[in-house]
């Protein structure tokens, strides 16, 4: 396949810059922080982009949805990369919707997916216990107790934890931690007794959360018992490449407007951008963000051929593009200077949820261990 977009993949990237730079600027994301907003994001805001079907483009028709493909959804993420736009897109859409579409039934389809579509439930993957993103790892318990599983343990960097309806909490119901076998995941009310949630302040001014489950009663299974882990897996494959297609956006964003500085800012009489070792480096990320560009749509386009490598090109795709917006933005912060350390300028603010991104899911050593040993080394 081509490594292009259709006219109306095109047209939704077109309409959603639009909206984006008028709606959720980088200014929204700066007065959610600087008022401490509990929700984390602005609710009128997530119903105006739900509306517009932003919710529901990778839901099938049977659900209410568009089914637009994710070389389409991949488009949207990349303009909401560009403003850094504060919502639940990436724990609701992106992440619990596939493990929903993947590991439900038909009766959970039918009940969360059009909920999901319309922006009325918000809902997150409850995974990671520690400081580093290993999911074999999982030790919360859930035990066999009557008709239900009693789940004890703390999951850790919960997206949306704290303002999530719905939590798909992965848990352990054999085996040791750090097998694959002997996962499961359920379907529990954030609500549910026994669950208490800390809101986790993130240097990205986004929302995550600790959650801590203590004799929580478990009754929907969400899959089939002990055989979470290949769905997980493919989970976060996509979700990998998802969160992939948004930091292209922001590497995109931070890029130009490191390029304009560079233009405007005059040092000796002439503008800096002049000056040829910095041409060099401009040149060098430039080289870099036309390479993350075709790995991301190609990798988009995988997961709609439903590729059986999906995992080897999912941990490609989140080890690049991690690696680059690391070098954008620490450039993007030293080409602009004092100023570049300021709060007053923006370009901090891409610099924050680039390292927040560069972790979530797996960070750069995580992927380039796990590609290399997909590919037998």
């Not at 991301?296 to 593009?321: E, G, H, N, P, Y």
């Amino acid at each position: 396949m081509t490594l292009v977009i259709n006219e109306e993949q095109q047209m939704l990237k077109t309409s959603a810059a639009e909206f984006l730079k008028e709606k959720a600027p980088v200014a929204a994301l700066r007065k959610l922080r600087d008022e401490n907003d509990p929700q984390g994001y602005d609710k009128n805001l997530w119903k105006e982009m739900a509306e517009m079907g932003w919710a529901s483009l990778i839901v099938p028709e049977q659900y209410g949805g568009l089914d637009f493909g994710y070389v389409g959804f991949g488009q949207l993420l990349e303009e909401m990369g560009r403003t850094l736009t504060a919502s639940p897109m990436v724990s609701t859409v992106l992440v619990s919707t596939h493990a929903i579409l993947l590991a439900g039934t038909d009766a959970q389809k039918e009940a969360l997916l059009p909920a999901i579509g319309s922006g009325e439930l918000v809902m997150t993957l409850a995974l990671e216990e520690g400081k580093q993103h290993k999911p074999t790892k999982t030790a919360l318990s859930a035990v066999k107790s009557g008709d239900a599983y009693t789940l004890d343990g703390k999951k850790v960097f919960v997206l949306d934890g704290q303002v999530a309806d719905k939590l798909i909490v992965v848990a352990r119901t054999s085996d040791n931690p750090g097998d694959e076998n002997g996962l499961t995941m359920f379907l529990v009310d954030a609500k549910a007794e026994g669950i208490s949630i800390s809101q986790t302040p993130m240097m990205d001014s986004r929302n995550a959360a600790t959650i801590t489950f203590e004799n929580v009663q478990a009754t929907e299974m969400l899959g089939e018992l002990d055989q979470a882990f290949p769905v997980l897996n493919k989970v976060l494959d996509i979700a990998c490449i998802g969160l992939s297609a948004e930091m292209l956006g922001s590497i995109q964003e931070a890029f130009e407007r490191t390029v304009n500085y560079l233009r405007e800012r005059k040092q000796f009489e002439v503008p800096i951008g002049s000056f040829q070792g910095l041409q060099h480096r401009a040149a060098l990320m430039y080289g870099e963000i036309e390479i993350c560009k075709s790995i991301v749509i190609k990798s988009l386009q995988a997961i709609d051929r439903d590729r059986k490598d999906l995992s080897r090109v999912a941990s490609m795709c989140k080890a690049k593009i991690g690696e680059t917006i690391k070098l954008v933005t620490n450039e993007g912060v030293q080409m602009f200077g004092g100023i570049g350390m300021t709060d007053d300028e923006e370009i901090g603010f891409f610099l924050k949820r680039a390292r927040v991104a560069q972790q979530t899911f797996g960070d750069y050593n995580y992927h380039l261990d796990r590609y290399s040993r997909i590919l037998g080394f």
